[in-house]
Each structure stands twice: as structure tokens, then as C-alpha cells.
């Protein structure tokens, strides 16, 4: 059956009735009867009717490959087009006839408002050459950029191969088959980092592979036991102090490089260091409940700048606001103390807050500072608005460590909490809403209670304590953490680990009195990697891997 019999009372050029029959608006007839309205059909294709009628074949089609599959019936859902031969033609006046109803197409008085001073020709033959085949192609160039544009972005959201995204899930798999088939496993994990190495999932992939057997620069810090460390952020220099209630003060060099700048003797134990962000500010905590602030624009003669007392008991912990303008402190008191350092010389309170915690051992501000994480000796974890530092206001409250909680972290998009706790647990908290925080999932691996825990770049967390083993897990992602690697060689338990910077060192400070620096850059990882031929992946098992990515040999 052909078109003109699928729609009854239609016309066409021949003089039949109009296809484009269409009521107002309102519901009501248009005055000539008729109205000429274009109506896109729900399947397209490309094919023009003998009605000059144009109908383009649609997305679906151009995924499936399938071609135009001819006309189709446009005549079920209004748009308001008119056909560019159902418009109006502007003619000299002495050409201009009027509208004939016995012949040719519909008068224009059916398409646009009657009226004595519009015209229209009486049908094709008098309108002189048609100008239709440019229309035509003029919309079938725009749909076909249009579409196009629509198959790439939607080929996207689906997580279509590229360059990044296909070595990512090699490395993932990587991962998986470290346990099954190590030698493959390496291959791909190597190959992956090579093809793309600012990817997260490649350089967790070159840890879990390669940096299980890591062997550590160990520095003797003089002290019977290292209770406290610090990393300027810069990476630059590291602070540390132990049970001798010395801080020193290190230079860092070629990567795993540590050399003693200056020490200085303070009061009782040393239990917690923070560097403000500039590097020029050390605070300390001691166990007669003072802050000190310490003066290190010459980090070869360090001196203080000021004592600070609000706390009754030992100061455990210290973080400076991003902006370094606030100190936060706490301790067994369970008191929230909030510093303006703006002058060092001259610290003032903005705040002293009974946190009602039983005692607190860590403190970690979100990356905008105006969240502040407290970890309670109660087995909570408390998030407190410090927005207006001089009145600041409790939050919610992460529940799940069953004992106390002894270190936490956030991420470095402030959007995961990582706390550690005496019931040997990491837990990994979603607190993208505040108001709104749940446990996310719990890293594995914990042997023993969990001192310290330290983020870095690309979802990286460091934790230990008192098992005496460094773990390095990543969090990146909605993601199940991995655990990546576990670094043994500390002969007492762990009091402190620490990001160097951004080099991908990790530092550890223990009970033995020592610091270890494990290097755990990626890049430094392969060039390890590269010495052994067998971590060469051949071409067969590139292409089986890499989805149609050119072949790339990872190692010179």
C-alpha cells in the first residue's frame, strides 16, 4: 500500500487533498481548512516523497549501521514546520496569479494568515526552478554533524576505548591476577603505567606489582622512640620528636635522603608536630599541655616563638588550617582549642570547646577548612563546622571503630574520611554531604590497633601501628579499597607515617627510634621494572590486552 493510501483525505502534487491537515492551537480549524505542517516522524530516514516531503533516518539506525529504509509517516505528531515549498514566494507583481483551488498544491492563505496584501503562487510551475535540493542538503548536513556529535559524546558516556581509559582497566586487571598469574600480571601492570602514566589505576598498578619488596633508607633519629613526625608540605623538610622531648628538624634530599638541619630540647615528651603551610612555622604538643610555636625561616636555627597553655593534659594532636591563620589542638582533656597564629609571637584563642569525647588523639582538616575531623577516645569520629572559629559547632558523628579511634585523614577533594583505630581498622567514610556521612568500606589487611594513617595523591592512604607493618591501600573511586603493599623492617610498633610531598616516598617513625623512607614512585618502580625482560609485554599479548590500541613497548 503507498503513502497516499495510509493517509486518507492527504493530497498531493498531482492536486489530491493535502497530507498536512492540522486543527489550531485551540483546537478549532484554521480558516482555509487546511494547514501545512511538517511533522517529524518517531523512525527516520532519509528519503524525499513526490511531496517534496524530507525525513531523515535517526540515531538508533546510525548505531546499528542499518540505511534509509524509506518514507516515513510524519502525519501523527504536529511540530508548527511549514515545508519550505508551503511557504509563501515573493513574485513582481505582474508575474503574481492568483491561487488556483482546482490545481496544484494548497494556496500559501492555507500555511500563513489571509490577508489582501499577501501572494503566493498557484504551484511549482509558477514559481520558476526549484530551490528544494539545497534545502535538502543544507538539512541533511546539519543532522549528520548533529548526529555524529551525538554518537561521539554518547560513545563516551559509555566509556568508549581511548588512550586513558583502556590502559585504567588493564591495570585493574593487572591487580587481579597478581595472585594467579604474577608474570602477566607485571606485564600488564608495567605496560598499563607506560601507556598511561597520570592515571590513578596504572601507578596503584605498578605498587601492587612492584612495590611489595621495597627496601627502606633507615635513619637513626636519636631518639629512644619517635612519637611524633611532620612534613613541610613542599616535601622539603621533615620535623620529628620522641620520648627525649627533642624536635629536629630535617633537610630531605634525593628522594629517600634525610639530613639533620637543627635540634632543639622542649619539655616532656613530644606527641604531635604540624608545619604550617608555608613551611616556615612548626607547632609542637607536649605532655604538660602546652603548645609551642616554633620559628623556622632559617630551618638551620630554629627558635621559639611563643608557649600557649589552654589545655589541661597532654596535647596529642595539632593541625594547621589550610590558610595557616587557625592551629587546632586537642588531647586527652577532650578539649577543641582553635588558635588565631596570624601573629606566632603572639598566639591567641579564638575558642576552647569541652568536645566531650573522653580525649581526643587526631585532628585533620578538610582541603577548604571549614570541616574539622576529631578522633575520640569514645570510638567516634565527630565532624565539627568551624566555619566561625570562635563559635564552632559539633556535626555528626561516624560511628563503626567498637574502641577508640586513633588517627584520621581526608582526601585531598575533602569528599573521604579515612580513620584508624585501636580495633584494627581502617574505615573509609563518604562525607561529600556532611550532614549525611556513611561508612563507605573498611580496608583489609589490619593485624593490629592502627596509630596513623596519611593520604596522597591519586587516592593513596599509608597507615600503621602496632603490628609494626606499613600498609599502602587505594581508596580512588566509589570503589572496594586495595590494599597494595605491606612494607615490613620497623622491630617496634609504629607511631607515625607520612607523605614526602609529592614524590611518592612514604616515611615511618616508630618505637625503635628509627625513620624508613620507602620509595613508592611508580615512575622510579619502572625504571626498576625495565631491567628485567621478563616484565616485557610481546605484541600478541599487548593486542589481546589493549583493545585495538597501537602497540607500545614500555621499556626502552
Not at 176 to 195: E, I, K, N, T
Not at 257 to 262: D, F, G, N, Q, S
Not at 400 to 416: C, M
Not at 442 to 459: F, H, M, N, T
Amino acid at each position: 500500500m503507498d503513502a497516499a493510501a495510509q493517509r486518507p483525505g492527504t493530497a498531493w502534487p498531482s492536486g489530491d487533498a493535502s497530507p498536512y491537515r492540522q486543527a489550531n492551537p485551540s483546537g478549532e480549524a484554521n480558516p482555509s481548512g487546511e494547514h501545512p505542517v511538517w511533522r517529524p516522524a518517531d523512525d527516520w530516514s532519509l528519503h524525499r516523497a513526490d511531496d517534496g516531503l524530507v525525513t531523515v533516518w535517526g540515531l538508533e539506525e546510525a548505531r546499528r549501521g542499518a540505511g534509509p529504509r524509506g518514507a516515513a509517516d510524519v502525519s501523527e505528531v504536529p511540530t508548527g514546520i511549514v515545508p519550505a515549498d508551503r511557504l509563501p514566494q515573493v513574485q513582481p507583481a505582474d508575474a503574481a496569479t492568483p491561487p488556483s483551488s482546482a490545481s496544484g498544491r494548497a494556496s500559501a492563505s492555507a500555511a500563513t494568515p489571509a490577508g489582501p496584501d499577501r501572494t503566493a503562487s498557484a504551484g511549482p510551475a509558477a514559481r520558476g526552478p526549484s530551490r528544494r535540493p539545497w534545502l535538502i542538503v543544507a538539512i541533511v548536513a546539519v543532522i549528520g554533524i548533529v548526529t555524529g556529535v551525538i554518537v561521539v559524546l554518547a560513545g563516551r558516556d559509555r566509556g568508549a576505548p581511548t588512550a586513558g581509559n583502556v590502559p585504567a582497566a588493564v591495570a585493574t586487571r593487572a591487580i587481579s591476577l597478581q595472585d594467579g598469574d604474577p608474570a602477566l600480571a607485571r606485564r600488564l601492570a608495567l605496560a598499563a603505567f607506560h601507556a598511561a602514566p597520570d592515571r590513578p589505576e596504572t601507578r596503584a598498578a605498578m605498587i601492587a606489582l612492584f612495590g611489595g619488596d621495597i627496601t627502606p633508607t633507615t635513619v637513626e633519629s636519636g631518639s629512644d622512640a619517635v612519637l611524633a613526625v611532620a612534613v613541610s608540605p613542599d616535601g622539603r623538610r621533615v620535623a620529628t620528636g620522641g620520648t627525649d622531648g627533642v624536635i629536629t628538624v630535617w633537610q630531605v634530599g634525593d628522594r629517600t635522603e634525610l639530613t639533620r638541619l637543627v635540634s632543639v630540647t622542649s619539655i616532656g615528651w613530644i606527641n604531635a608536630l604540624a608545619f604550617n603551610a608555608g613551611g616556615d612555622l612548626l607547632a609542637s604538643g607536649s605532655t604538660d599541655g602546652s603548645v609551642r610555636l616554633w620559628n623556622l625561616h632559617d630551618p638551620t636555627d630554629i627558635h621559639r616563638w611563643s608557649i600557649a597553655r589552654l589545655h589541661t593534659d597532654v596535647v596529642r594532636t595539632l593541625a594547621f588550617s589550610p590558610d595557616s591563620n587557625t592551629l587546632a589542638s586537642s588531647g586527652a582533656d577532650g578539649v577543641l582549642a582553635l588558635w588565631n597564629v596570624t601573629d606566632p609571637a603572639a598566639p591567641t584563642p579564638r575558642s576552647r570547646t569541652d568536645t566531650a569525647t573522653g580525649g581526643v588523639y587526631s585532628l585533620a582538616f578538610t582541603p577548604n577548612g571549614r570541616l574539622l575531623a576529631l578522633a575520640g577516645e569514645d570510638g567516634t569520629v565527630d565532624l565539627w563546622d568551624i566555619s566561625d572559629a570562635a563559635r564552632p559547632t559539633r556535626g555528626q558523628a561516624l560511628r563503626g571503630h567498637n574502641r577508640a579511634v586513633r588517627a584520621v585523614t581526608f582526601t585531598a577533594d575533602g569528599r573521604t574520611l579515612v580513620s584508624g583505630g585501636i580495633d584494627a581498622t581502617v574505615r573509609v567514610w563518604d562525607v561529600t554531604d556532611p550532614a549525611r556521612p556513611a561508612q563507605r568500606s573498611i580496608i583489609p589487611g589490619q593485624l593490629g590497633g592502627v596509630a596513623s594513617v596519611a593520604r596522597g595523591d591519586g587516592g593513596l592512604v599509608a597507615s600503621a601501628g602496632d603490628d609494626e607493618t606499613v600498609r599502602l591501600s587505594s581508596v580512588d573511586g566509589a570503589g572496594a579499597p586495595v590494599l597494595l603493599a605491606q612494607w615490613h623492617g620497623h622491630t617496634r610498633p609504629i607511631s607515625a607515617v607520612a607523605f614526602v610531598g609529592r614524590t611518592g616516598v612514604v616515611l615511618s617513625a616508630g618505637h625503635d627510634g628509627t625513620l624508613r623512607l620507602w620509595d613508592a614512585d611508580p615512575t622510579q618502580l619502572a625504571a626498576s621494572a625495565c631491567a628485567d625482560p621478563a616484565n616485557q609485554i610481546s605484541a600478541g599479548e599487548w593486542t589481546s590486552a589493549f583493545d585495538g590500541l597501537p602497540y607500545q613497548r614500555p621499556c626502552p
